[in-house]
């Protein structure tokens, strides 16, 4: 049974209270802090809801609690200039200019099922459309433990000198990505 998923903006509307990821850092930042960002134009959200129509096919599956506003994942994104600390090794200057995708998180009970590697390739397009518009040398992100860390690395993001949570997807290959 196959269970879809459409990616919307951050409405403000959407129960956010339920969502649970595993990680309470992440849980958090959708609950309390998502809407703010977003008015102030800090950081764009996307969820990821079940499909317009497919309701029934998520309660066929054992969703029987999910509804037109439950947030089955989410990712965030913002500009950032990264220093060379934080960047794998290479020939970079000082800084980069660079998207930075602060969160990504699937809901515990849809893990496992493919969303989180569709919800990073909606991000990595997003980076890709960015960067013809507005000079960036790739994606960053912050994962959140060792385990986020390996599932980033699967994609081919880079870990920066000094810590091993802070991941890399330059220019070339996020380009690669979006171009199939
Ligand atoms: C990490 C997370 C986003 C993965 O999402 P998911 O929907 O469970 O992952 P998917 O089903 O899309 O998995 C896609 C692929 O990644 C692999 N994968 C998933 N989690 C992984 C991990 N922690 N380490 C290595 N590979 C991983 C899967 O095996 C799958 O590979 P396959 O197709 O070869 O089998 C999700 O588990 C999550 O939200 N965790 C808690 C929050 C978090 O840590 N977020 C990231 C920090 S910002």
Redesign the pocket.
């Known amino acids: 049974m196959t269970l879809e998923v459409d990616l919307v903006p951050f409405a403000g509307t959407p129960s956010r209270a339920d969502f649970d990821?595993?990680?309470a850092s992440?849980n958090d930042w959708l609950r309390s802090h998502a809407s703010q960002h977003e008015k102030s134009g800090m950081s764009r959200t996307t969820l990821a809801v079940p499909k317009k129509g497919t309701l029934a096919t998520w309660h066929a599956a054992g969703f029987e609690d999910v509804d037109d506003t439950t947030i089955l994942?989410f990712f965030s994104l913002s500009a950032a200039q990264i220093p060379l600390d934080q960047l794998p090794q290479g020939k970079h200057p000082k800084s980069v200019p660079a998207i930075r995708m602060g969160?990504?998180?699937?809901h515990r009970l849809?893990?496992?099922?493919?969303?989180?590697?569709?919800l990073l390739m909606e991000a990595i397009a997003r980076a890709a459309e960015t960067s013809a518009a507005i000079g960036v040398g790739g994606l960053f992100?912050?994962?959140?433990?060792e385990?986020?860390a390996?599932?980033y690395a699967?994609y081919g993001f880079q870990p920066s000198l000094d810590d091993p949570l802070k991941l890399w997807l330059s220019l070339k290959n996020l380009l690669q990505y979006s171009s199939g």
């Open positions: 990821c595993g990680n992440l994942g969160r990504l998180a699937v849809a893990q496992g099922r493919g969303f989180g590697e569709l992100v912050d994962a959140k433990d385990k986020a390996a599932f699967k």
